[in-house]
């Protein structure tokens, strides 16, 4: 992975829509233009990675600092790469250094995707779900979620 940058913002949109057309077809919301245009309009090259596989570009991820956590979002991969453990790669090395912050990490998903499955194998439970949208989250190991700072007591004990 590398850091993405402003001129990543076209393949990233082509990708995107590749990737959602089937899920969107089926839901009945696929729109050519506006697939791209939603992703231009959120594409920040400040939280957002390009996945590279033998030098060309194969994907990207964002993972954007929200209140208590991270959202998860903008993460496609070439259909040619789907399960050969690139993405689940990918998403185990975000997580993990989510988990070394004690933080959650959330993201939706699009009802009926096959990519539900493999937020499930890395700890994502449901939220909600709406007629399109799952919304959905995962907790730090407790092991790993900051403490409280012990309470000092004054006066005697």
């Known amino acids: 992975m590398r850091p993405a940058t402003a001129a990543d913002v076209e393949p990233v949109a082509e990708l995107r829509a590749v990737v959602l057309r089937p899920d969107l077809e089926r839901l009945g919301r696929y729109d050519a233009r506006r697939v791209r245009e939603r992703l231009r309009d959120a594409f920040d090259p400040a939280h957002t990675w390009v996945i590279e596989e033998g030098g060309a570009f194969a994907g990207c991820v964002a993972l954007r600092p929200a209140g208590d956590g991270h959202w998860l979002e903008h993460f496609y991969l070439d259909p040619a790469l789907h399960g050969g453990g690139i993405g689940s790669g990918v998403l185990r090395t975000l997580l993990e250094r989510c ?31 709406g007629p399109v949208d799952v919304f959905m989250v995962r907790e730090p190991p407790r092991s790993r979620r900051p403490r409280p700072a012990p309470r000092c007591r004054t006066g005697p004990t």
């Open 99 to 129: 988990d070394r912050e004690g933080a959650v990490v959330r993201l939706d998903v699009l009802r009926g995707s096959p990519a539900r499955r493999l937020y499930e194998r890395h700890g994502f439970t449901v939220e909600t779900e």
